[in-house]
């Protein structure tokens, strides 16, 4: 979702808070390597309890309520054109949504955007208790979607998500906006 549906301030806002400029190339990685970001979410921590163990974690020098709001503006809103190239995939398509996140952002976004209603099934890893890019969530989302996996394309923004969802033998696309989705159905999966 973040990265591909909707654009994030991660870097900006994530960097601000370690006081460190972290290249795009390597954000994924920080971000499923940091114990408190993978504990909250894989659903086993409350929002509460992310803000306490980051803090800790990266020996932070700022209120928990300072976390809290910046992990909040990490998420800046759909991409423009969203809408219309959901709308354009809708009919021929059963969209699914696979995404690593958390019961924060996943119901402020719930509660404020249409296009999660767009999607026909969420597979999101508080929930599932796994994060991308382990095998594991990629199977799961396989069995509930009731299909083989050659049947399935995938679109993400990290490269590592990418191969992980390749080796299961998914059709797994680089990408960074849904216009970039559009034009890889387009050249015909």
């Not at 894989?42 to 020098?61: A, Q, T, V």
């Not at 599932?128 to 049947?151: F, R």
Request: some cysteine; aromatic content about 10%; charged content about 20%.
């Amino acid at each position: 979702m973040g990265g591909v549906l909707v654009e994030l301030e991660w870097l900006e806002r994530v960097g601000g808070l370690l006081g460190k400029e972290i290249p795009h190339d390597k954000i994924h990685h920080f971000w499923v390597t940091s114990e408190s970001v993978v504990n909250f979410e894989s659903g086993k921590i409350n929002f509460e309890d992310f803000c306490r163990d980051f803090k800790r974690e990266h020996s932070l020098d700022v209120t928990e309520q300072t976390i809290a709001n910046e992990f909040m503006q990490i998420i800046k809103g759909p991409f423009p054109g969203l809408m219309p190239v959901l709308e354009s995939l809708k009919p021929k398509y059963h969209l699914a949504l696979l995404s690593n996140t958390n019961p924060a952002h996943y119901n402020d976004m719930l509660s404020k955007y249409q296009f999660l209603q767009m999607l026909d099934t969420h597979f999101v890893s508080f929930k599932m208790g796994v994060m991308k890019p382990s095998p594991k969530i990629y199977e799961m989302v396989i069995e509930g979607l009731g299909i083989p996996a050659e049947q399935i394309a995938f679109f993400d923004d990290g490269k590592m998500n990418i191969e992980a969802a390749s080796a299961l033998g998914i059709h797994a696309y680089l990408t960074h906006s849904p216009q970039d989705i559009q034009k890889v159905v387009q050249a015909g999966f």
